[in-house]
């Protein structure tokens, strides 16, 4: 059984930083793309970051987050980051982690993440 692990969410001021982490353990034989969406109330899921196999990591990133969100991944410990730089109330949101694996897309449980003074 594959499971993700991600890190807890937080309560941030306007212009703060936190990082996210993803974790992957269990019976999975190989991690190709992982990610993050998001969903902020009343609002469809989206995707934010991005990052793809372990072989190319070349990155995509959603619009509103260019410049001051970034995704890595350590592939020695199967988890990736995504550092939140510059946090605006419009990111308040719980964030999903998503990892692929031939196929099949595996989902974290979600992080809040509260952005507001």
């Known amino acids: 059984q594959v499971r993700l692990v991600e890190s807890e969410g937080a309560l941030v001021q306007p212009g703060g930083s936190l990082r996210l982490s993803c974790s992957v353990s269990?019976?999975?034989?190989?991690?190709?793309?992982m990610g993050w969406y998001r969903q902020a109330p009343g609002k469809e899921r989206e995707l934010v970051a991005r990052i793809s196999s372990s072989s190319s990591e070349n990155t995509n990133y959603a619009d509103s987050v260019k410049g001051r969100f970034s995704i890595s991944r350590d592939n020695t410990k199967n988890t990736a980051y995504l550092q939140m730089n510059n946090l605006k109330p419009e990111d308040t949101a719980v964030y999903y982690c998503?990892?692929?694996?031939?196929?099949?897309?595996?989902w974290g449980r979600g992080a809040q993440v509260t952005v507001s003074s």
């Open positions: 269990g019976s999975i034989f190989r991690i190709d793309a």
């Open positions: 998503t990892v692929r694996s031939f196929d099949t897309t595996y």
